[in-house]
């Protein structure tokens, strides 16, 4: 199970996270990967209780790719490309309706990988934001660009909800603890490439097999 109290925490460790990703040959490492994605998880949970069913959710499925990692076809589960790989090749995805493999790797991924679109879209708007700008609005524009078309109306509806309880700017760039503004502006142009370039890979081999509308 997963730790999420980390006092010495910045969102700066986070991100840097993301830039291990990437092998030399542009393959993802899941364990990297996943450990981004835990750390933003306890990003969240930091914000307040209002996120904790969106936290839940990211949870359960870093959890199913922890196991993935930890089962006894680990070995296959050490990049993307090779998890996409054995599962195709074994048969081990629904692709079509959803049936016999709620749990695969591939459609596991499929849905952080979509929420990652939505982070650097957010982060951007954060980059190039102003003292005045809203947190709530950013977020629900850049849902709104992304995620959202992947949700259902009711899902969809308690984000929006949820949205609308974040903290101020002020606040957010208080708890990523990176220092003043102007620092964090400068880590934000520093790792949002990092996160924009994970994510490119990561479309363009679900794209190329076919992939991206798993159920
Ligand atoms: C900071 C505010 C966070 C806002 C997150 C926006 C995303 C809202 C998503 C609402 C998800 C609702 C829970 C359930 C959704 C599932 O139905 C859906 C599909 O899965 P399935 O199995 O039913 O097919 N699940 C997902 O789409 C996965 C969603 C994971 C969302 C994880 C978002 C975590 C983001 C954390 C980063 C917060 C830190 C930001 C750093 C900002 C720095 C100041």
Redesign the pocket.
């Known amino acids: 199970s997963v730790a999420v109290e980390d006092p010495k925490f910045t969102?700066q460790e986070v991100l840097d996270t993301f830039k291990s990703c990437l092998s030399e040959n542009k393959e993802v490492f899941l364990e990297h990967y996943v450990a981004g994605w835990l750390g933003?998880?306890r990003?969240?949970n930091s914000?307040g209780s209002v996120?904790s069913?969106?936290?839940k959710?990211?949870v359960n499925?870093i959890q199913i790719l922890i196991n993935h990692l930890n089962g006894e076809n680990g070995a296959h589960y050490v990049t993307v490309q090779s998890m996409v790989k054995y599962e195709l090749d074994n048969q081990l995805v629904d692709l079509t309706k959803r049936g016999s493999f709620p749990e695969s790797g591939c459609?596991t991924l499929l849905?952080?990988h979509?929420?990652l679109r939505?982070?650097e879209l957010?982060?951007e708007r954060?980059r190039t934001s102003t003292e005045e700008s809203k947190t709530s609005l950013m977020?629900s524009e850049a849902?709104n660009e992304s995620?959202s078309q992947?949700?259902?109306w009711i899902?969809r509806k308690?984000?929006g909800t949820?949205?609308w309880a974040?903290p101020g700017r002020a606040t957010?760039?208080d708890?990523?603890n990176v220092g003043t503004p102007e620092q964090v502006v400068t880590m934000l142009g520093d790792a949002l490439p990092l996160i924009s370039e994970v994510y490119q890979v990561t479309e363009d081999l679900y794209a190329q097999n076919n992939i991206l509308d798993l159920p």
């Open positions: 969102l933003l998880v990003f969240m914000l996120f069913f969106i936290a959710d990211a499925k459609r849905r952080l979509r929420a939505w982070l957010f982060l954060l977020c849902y995620l992947h949700h259902a899902i308690a984000a949820a949205f974040l957010f760039f708890v990523m």
